[in-house]
């Protein structure tokens, strides 16, 4: 370690000492709270920005991270107050997610396999309901005899057969396949694809739609999705990871403290939060989506390509209804209870307890669905999602309550679920996501080309923790 990390060492271990007394939680002690200035200041308290703390723990770096929601955690968010305890974000981790499986090792949390849901598929397209088995001869199955077998969530890697695959995420930047940054949609009809088959991939889609997704960057994320190994869960849910990474980082972490502006000037950083408070930091961690840092006020010049990607980088909203069965109607009318539609239902997934048995059944609604209902106050969503489900199987009237709804889109810390590239968007910002900029570095999943979810996430953090280190130093 150079001679100015030592000093900073020295100075941190000061302020450990005089933070030791404050309670783990939310509160810092007064006297860490009275410090403005820091050497890094981190935004946002998700898995990226914990685990940069923690680096910067590790080395003795004095920072403070600004938490804006008074949980730690941001799209990992286990709802543990209610029974068998249902992740309302991110729920799969991957056997070959090296740098989450290293921390989560380092943490002493454990992972388990996915506990399944209820057995079955139930389709709901144009207005008809089948059975898995019986989609294929469904009077709701409008696609050509070619892909008549084929459920809906099965055309898009079918289609995707006939086109080019990338054998590694970074292949999206080879100059071969620059060509694919066009609309999904356009590279699908190239290879085949008719207007139902489109309409049905558009249904669910992880993006905003067909029409403006890139090819190529729904390419890359099947790249990272090859590469991540078996799916696991951390037992006793996701939240256990960032509870376990705020731990030994807590003292230096404020919560409620969300920021506004950042304003960069010559040899510093100075941040203001929406209670006017403000500090200043000689290098800063920004580790918020860009969904949410078109909303802060930037003073600081930042590169074309930077702005453009803060603007447009694309955020899908995903709005869940959690939904407690009185009893199992499903047994009334012989339909499995998971269902995938072409409705504002957006898909159905079901939850069960060690007995196997159905406790819950959760709506995945994502795309412009979850627009339409994120209109509407969160008690008015549950009573659509139920009727249009009563609908649907009349065998469930009144037999659901909803527990709770959970818009990502309306959450003002999030703005979204998931980034994803808009045609033209990877040639055009993609090398800048993560590019530093001035005094401001930037982390989040959203920065992080090779991997995706919480392991970019994670891997992100490391790498901006070594950026701002080798700076100071
Ligand atoms: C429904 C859903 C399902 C998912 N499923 C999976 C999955 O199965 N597997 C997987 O790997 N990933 C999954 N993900 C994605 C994964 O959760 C994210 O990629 C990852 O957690 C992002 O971490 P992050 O630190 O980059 O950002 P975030 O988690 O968004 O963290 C940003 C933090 O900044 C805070 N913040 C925001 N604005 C401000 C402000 N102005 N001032 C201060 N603080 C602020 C937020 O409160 C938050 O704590 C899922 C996400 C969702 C929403």
């Known amino acids: 370690m150079t001679d100015s990390l030592t000093s900073m060492a020295i100075t941190r271990r000061r302020l450990l000492l005089a933070g030791s007394f404050a309670a783990v939680g939310t509160v810092c002690s007064p006297v860490f709270a009275q410090r403005k200035h820091y050497d890094v200041i981190i935004i946002g308290a998700g898995l990226a920005g914990l685990q940069a703390g923690c680096v910067l723990q590790k080395q003795g770096v004095d920072f403070l991270l600004l938490e804006g929601s008074q949980r730690v955690g941001g799209r990992v968010y286990t709802l543990d107050e209610l029974p068998g305890r249902p992740e309302a974000g991110a729920t799969q981790s991957g056997t070959k997610y090296h740098a989450l499986n290293q921390v989560i090792g380092e943490l002493g949390i454990g992972t388990e396999n996915i506990r399944p849901g209820a057995p079955g598929m139930t389709l709901l397209v144009n207005d008809r309901l089948s059975a898995l088995e019986d989609w294929p001869a469904s009077a709701g199955n409008l696609l050509p005899e070619a892909l008549k077998d084929t459920p809906p969530y099965g055309l898009l890697p079918k289609l995707l057969r006939n086109g080019r695959f990338l054998s590694r995420p970074l292949d999206w930047w080879q100059p071969e396949n620059a060509g694919l940054d066009i609309p999904l949609h356009a590279y699908l009809a190239d290879l085949g694809a008719g207007e139902e088959a489109l309409r049905l991939v558009d249904a669910n889609l992880n993006g905003e739609s067909i029409r403006t997704l890139s090819a190529l960057d729904l390419l890359r994320k099947l790249a990272v999705l090859q590469a991540a190994g078996a799916p696991m869960n951390i037992s006793g ?237």
């Not at 230096?252 to 506004?260: E, F, H, N, P, R």
């Not at 209804?321 to 499903?330: A, I, K, Q």
């Not at 994502?366 to 489900?389: C, F, N, T, W, Y």
């Not at 982390?443 to 100071?472: C, D, F, Q, Y």
């Open 237 to 473: 849910g996701s939240q256990r990871l960032p509870e376990a990474m705020y731990a030994p980082i807590s003292h230096a972490v404020l919560m409620g403290k969300q920021v506004t502006a950042i304003r960069q000037a010559q040899t510093s950083v100075e941040l203001i939060t929406g209670d006017a408070d403000r500090f200043t930091c000689r290098l800063c961690l920004i580790a918020v989506p860009f969904s949410v840092l078109r909303h802060i006020t930037m003073e600081a010049t930042l590169s074309q390509a930077k702005q453009q990607a803060i603007r447009e980088m694309g955020y899908t909203p995903v709005t869940h209804v959690l939904l407690r069965p009185e009893r199992p109607f499903w047994r009334d009318d012989g339909f499995s209870p998971n269902m995938w539609t072409d409705t504002d239902l957006g898909r159905v997934f079901t939850q069960t307890d060690e007995q196997g048995e159905v406790i819950r059944l959760r709506t995945w609604i994502q795309g412009p669905a979850a627009r339409r209902v994120d209109g509407m106050p969160d008690h008015e969503i549950g009573k659509l999602v139920v009727s249009l489900l009563e609908r649907a199987r009349p065998a469930a009237k009144s037999q659901l309550e909803v527990e709770r709804v959970i818009s990502w889109g309306k959450n003002p810390f999030a703005h979204g679920a998931f980034s994803h590239y808009l045609a033209g968007g990877v040639g055009q910002f993609s090398r800048d996501v993560n590019r530093p900029e001035g005094l401001l570095h930037f982390i989040g999943a959203h920065t992080e080309p090779s991997a995706s979810g919480m392991e970019a996430a994670v891997k992100s953090g490391v790498r901006g923790a070594r950026e701002v280190i080798n700076r100071l130093s």
